[in-house]
């Protein structure tokens, strides 16, 4: 990449029209007990990482407008709510049967595709995320809304049917787990939200909803949708702090289902005030440090186009990003020198204009401390290998290959969440192997490789120590229809559309002795539809 970053920051003049921030949009409304209840206590700004060019020359942050900043009390009340509509299982929502329910979802879904636009717009400009990959998220999480839908279906129809197991007639249906709590990560703070989210509401369980800290307002032109679209208190929508909202729910022991998408050390600090820790279901996703490893007998264009979009994919913060790459001794220069080259073809700029890959950071003090992953393994040995590589402009952050990092400099083992990409030469696998095994995380890895013999080797070796091995490929969560895990800190729980309705949910039976009388009863209850639970019903 090669660009003069004084001008990557644009006047507000020259913004096109239809891609200018709406506002400052001043957000005093959060949903309780199916009420947008108004706030008149402080609020919390909400800050671009864009910053617009003044007339003077200077650069000025742009400021998107603010969002409630909420106390204990009110964040106790949303907990209140959704506790009163569950009802110890016995409120309307849970005990609603499946194709109600999916009718409340549905009905959700049509209220929320006429807001891409305003949400695609909000994407953009909170955390920077480029235009393409806003619309992408959109259309992904309407995608995933009605894939949750048709897995719920089949899940209801394998259901319906009774079986028959040594003289005892049993009929197993999954169930909600209560009150769940649902925190979505500022990278994906639409879809890796609706991931938890959407599964959590269509089982049953009434939800407390906190926004990502960055990629909070986009969910404002939702919460009429979520409003209007499911009962009262099933739904509650919270803002503020998360030490002090948050740590009070927890503190309370009311929450059932903690799904949380963030660092293994917030998880553990959360999971940790509940007084009943044992009785607390998790779905978590959590850090990684996946490692892209390149054997000798490789096809190099393909392995360095893959590692080039998988470490700087959304200038590399995405959890699946490769944010190591272990490349063998005897290609190791061939291959950082067409690493270098095809990142001289990444354009920055705006996340609205076309092509653009690169885009500012949000996460406030991100180029400090990426600047100082820089300095410290530049001080141990490695060189930043392409033209300005670190160079920085307040938010902006130019990616830097680093090469030769070694296991002394703490881009080795830290995870960097930015567009940094450390290169680690190796000779033998053994030494990869040990890295992979020795790490604490354990989400995924990528190998890029011809030599089958090699590559069935290191699969052996790594299969048991992260959720997926990407063969040639980088790092990925999708199809949603695949397993998305991870081992050690990564991750507590399996998502994905089918494995998510189960983490949200527990299975129940109801059985009796296969006799006459016990049939009759049966009979009697699901011919006259006395049950929600017990019934035959087949959803199409």
């Known amino acids: 990449m090669t660009t003069d970053?004084?001008?990557?920051?644009?006047?507000?003049?020259?913004?096109?029209?239809?891609?200018?921030?709406?506002?400052?949009?001043?957000?005093?409304?959060?949903?309780?007990?199916?009420?947008?209840?108004?706030?008149?206590?402080?609020?919390?700004?909400?800050?671009?990482?864009?910053?617009?060019?003044?007339?003077?020359?200077?650069?000025?942050?742009?400021?998107?407008?603010?969002?409630?900043?909420?106390?204990?009390?009110?964040?106790?009340?949303?907990?209140?709510?959704?506790?009163?509509?569950?009802?110890?299982?016995?409120?309307?929502?849970?005990?609603?049967?499946?194709?109600?329910?999916?009718?409340?979802?549905?009905?959700?879904l049509n209220k929320m595709k006429p807001q891409r636009d305003a949400v695609v717009r909000l994407l953009m400009w909170e955390i920077g995320k480029n235009r393409a990959d806003s619309e992408k998220e959109f259309d992904r999480t309407c995608d995933y809304i009605v894939d949750t839908i048709n897995a719920l279906k089949a899940l209801d129809r394998r259901s319906s049917r009774f079986e028959n197991e040594q003289g005892t007639l049993g009929q197993i249906r999954r169930v909600p787990l209560g009150v769940a709590l649902c925190m979505g990560p500022y990278n994906y703070p639409l879809n890796e939200t609706f991931t938890t989210l959407i599964p959590a509401?269509?089982?049953?369980?009434?939800?407390?909803?906190?926004?990502?800290?960055?990629?909070?307002?986009?969910?404002?032109?939702?919460?009429?949708?979520?409003?209007?679209?499911?009962?009262?208190?099933?739904?509650?929508?919270?803002?503020?702090?998360?030490?002090?909202?948050?740590?009070?729910?927890?503190?309370?022991?009311?929450?059932?289902?903690?799904?949380?998408?963030?660092?293994?050390?917030?998880?553990?600090?959360?999971?940790?005030?509940?007084?009943?820790?044992?009785?607390?279901?998790?779905?978590?996703?959590?850090?990684?440090?996946?490692?892209?490893?390149?054997?000798?007998?490789?096809?190099?264009?393909?392995?360095?186009?893959?590692?080039v979009t998988g470490s700087l994919s959304f200038n590399g913060q995405r959890c699946t990003a490769l944010k190591i790459l272990f490349v063998h001794r005897s290609i190791v220069d061939d291959f950082v020198s067409r690493f270098v080259a095809r990142m001289a073809t990444l354009?920055?700029?705006?996340?609205?204009?076309?092509?653009?890959?690169?885009?500012?950071?949000?996460?406030?003090?991100?180029?400090?401390?990426?600047?100082?992953?820089?300095?410290?393994?530049?001080?141990?040995?490695?060189?930043?290998?392409?033209?300005?590589?670190?160079?920085?402009?307040?938010?902006?952050?130019?990616?830097?290959?680093?090469?030769?990092?070694?296991a002394e400099m703490r881009v080795y083992n830290e995870e960097q969440f930015g567009p940094i990409v450390p290169v680690v030469p190796y000779d033998d696998l053994s030494e990869v192997v040990e890295y992979v095994r020795s790490s604490n995380f354990g989400q995924q890895l990528s190998l890029f490789g011809r030599d089958a013999k090699q590559m069935a080797r290191m699969i052996d070796a790594c299969v048991n120590q992260v959720g997926r091995i990407n063969l040639n490929a980088q790092c990925q969560r999708g199809p949603d229809s695949f397993p998305f895990n991870g081992r050690k800190d990564s991750a507590e729980g399996t998502l994905s559309v089918s494995d998510a309705l189960r983490v949200f949910s527990i299975r129940t039976l109801v059985a009796a002795k296969d006799t006459a009388d016990s049939k009759a009863l049966i009979g009697s209850i699901i011919r006259d539809r006395e049950s929600s639970f017990l019934s035959t019903d087949y959803i199409f």
């Open 347 to 406: 354009k920055a700029g705006m996340p609205w204009e076309a092509g653009v890959t690169l885009t500012p950071l949000p996460e406030p003090g991100k180029t400090e401390f990426l600047t100082n992953l820089l300095a410290d393994a530049c001080s141990k040995g490695a060189q930043i290998m392409n033209e300005q590589g670190g160079t920085t402009l307040e938010t902006f952050f130019c990616p830097a290959l680093l090469y030769p990092v070694s």
């Open 5 to 108: 970053l004084s001008q990557l920051f644009p006047a507000a003049a020259d913004i096109p029209a239809e891609f200018q921030a709406e506002g400052p949009i001043t957000q005093r409304e959060y949903l309780v007990n199916g009420e947008l209840v108004q706030w008149d206590g402080d609020l919390a700004p909400v800050k671009s990482p864009i910053f617009l060019r003044q007339p003077d020359g200077t650069l000025q942050q742009a400021i998107l407008g603010s969002t409630p900043l909420l106390n204990a009390d009110a964040a106790l009340q949303a907990l209140d709510s959704a506790v009163s509509a569950y009802d110890l299982g016995q409120g309307a929502w849970p005990t609603m049967t499946v194709a109600q329910r999916i009718g409340h979802v549905e009905n959700f």
């Open 201 to 307: 509401l269509i089982m049953g369980n009434t939800v407390v909803f906190k926004p990502a800290k960055f990629g909070v307002l986009l969910i404002r032109p939702l919460l009429e949708a979520f409003r209007d679209s499911f009962p009262p208190g099933v739904i509650n929508i919270i803002y503020g702090r998360g030490r002090e909202t948050v740590g009070a729910l927890m503190e309370s022991g009311k929450v059932d289902v903690f799904a949380f998408i963030g660092t293994n050390k917030g998880a553990s600090d959360l999971k940790k005030l509940h007084p009943k820790p044992h009785r607390l279901r998790a779905a978590l996703g959590l850090d990684a440090k996946n490692p892209g490893i390149v054997l000798p007998d490789v096809d190099l264009d393909n392995a360095v186009n893959e590692c």
